[in-house]
């Protein structure tokens, strides 16, 4: 049955949920018929930053979706790209227009929760493309199966054109996510995925961080005995292959942050903190790339490897000394808004 929306029209049934019309906007062909009694409504929370590009395909994938009806709220963090445009082309009428450098994502988070009118929210990257029609009615119903389950995220698939070592992260992080360990598999990772209002609202996104905000609020609503969940079933595209600096920034970053939930300090030897890791992740890595078969690419693994490595160990014990300072102590080097280098944090 196909999606009723609200701020975004419905597109043609017809069409391919990855394929965006070739000659008409997405409101151009908008429904009127009044919403489906069976299917469930929801707030979509849309974080955009420069994704004009991949945006007409994400607002198609958007609107074929089925078995929900969509209320859309975009945050759209001051993109010097054409995309606030294509916002409005494609009959988005619930947009904010945010100030050059104010975006927090934490914050954005709790401010499109908070502003939405339905039980169940989604959360969509603007470069995100649901791979088919049922991709939110399936995390929709993953919420609805248990009293107390706060969150579901989708699974991701990486771009056509994307390098062979962001394959192997996907690989890891999706289809054998059970090797992150038992807490981490669990973590919610908000490109594609949906929370219940009230998890929430007993414990909103943590605004004193601006990386690993999914991650810590999985942990928290555990703590509360909600429970989180991986669908994957639930496919949308999207993928980044990122600089070595972007490397560095984004594993300082993460680390940094989830020395919030952390109950120990990390090792203060750079061996066993980074060089041990360092060798240990190369030599499982390279097995790995023989499998996926591109084994030419584990040449080119200590310089991806690296980067994440130093700047994981260096975030942990700066965000340690952050969040957990001895008496008296403080870190005049770690400033939260330093780890806001990366363009990637708008969304």
């Known amino acids: 049955m196909p999606c009723k929306t609200r701020g975004i029209a419905a597109l043609n ?4 949920a990855v ?16 919403p489906a009694p069976d299917n469930v409504p929801i707030t979509v929370v849309l974080r955009s930053y420069n994704d004009a590009a991949l945006l007409p395909r994400t607002l198609a994938a958007l609107g074929s979706q089925t078995g929900v009806d969509i209320s859309l709220l975009a945050f759209e963090s001051a993109s010097t790209d054409n995309s606030l445009e294509i916002l409005r082309e494609h009959g988005c009428t619930h947009i904010e227009e945010m100030q050059p450098g104010s975006y927090q994502s934490s914050r954005v988070l709790n401010a499109g929760v908070a502003r939405a009118t339905t039980d169940l929210v989604a959360f969509v990257n603007s470069d995100a493309i649901l791979m088919h029609d049922r991709v939110l009615r399936q995390l929709a119903d993953c919420l609805m199966a248990g009293e107390k389950r706060a969150g579901a995220f989708a699974k991701q698939i990486v771009r056509p054109d994307a390098d062979a070592l962001t394959r192997l ?11 992150l360990g038992p807490d981490a598999a669990s973590w919610m990772t908000l490109v594609c995925s949906m929370v219940r209002r009230d998890a929430w609202q007993q414990t909103p996104f943590d605004e004193a961080v601006t990386f690993a905000e999914d991650a810590i609020w999985s942990h928290r609503v ?46 203060a030897s750079i061996v066993t903190g980074v060089v041990l890791p360092f060798a240990k992740r190369c030599l499982r ?18 310089f991806h490897r690296w980067p994440q490595l130093l700047g994981g160990w260096r975030g942990a014990r700066d965000g340690w000394h952050h969040f957990h300072p001895a008496p ?14 990366l363009a990637t944090r708008s969304r």
């Not at 965006?20 to 018929?33: D, E, Q, R, Y």
């Not at 992260?169 to 090797?179: C, H, K, L, P, T």
């Not at 008296?328 to 280098?341: A, H, I, K, N, V």
Request: no cysteine.
């Open 13 to 16: 049934p017809g069409l391919m």
């Open 19 to 34: 394929t965006p019309p070739a000659s008409k906007t997405i409101s151009a062909i908008m429904s009127n018929s009044p």
């Open 169 to 179: 992260e996907y690989d890891v992080a999706f289809e054998n996510r059970e090797q």
């Open 222 to 267: 555990a703590e509360l005995g909600w429970s989180t969940h991986y669908v994957p079933e639930a496919i949308a595209e999207h993928s980044h292959d990122y600089t070595f600096r972007q490397r560095y920034v984004r594993s300082y970053g993460d680390a940094a942050a989830l020395s919030r939930i952390r109950s120990a300090p990390p090792s």
């Open 285 to 302: 890595d390279s097995l790995r790339l023989i499998k996926l078969g591109t084994p030419l690419a584990a040449l080119r693994l200590p």
């Open 328 to 341: 008296g102590e403080s870190d005049p080097e770690y400033r939260e808004p330093t780890l806001q280098p």
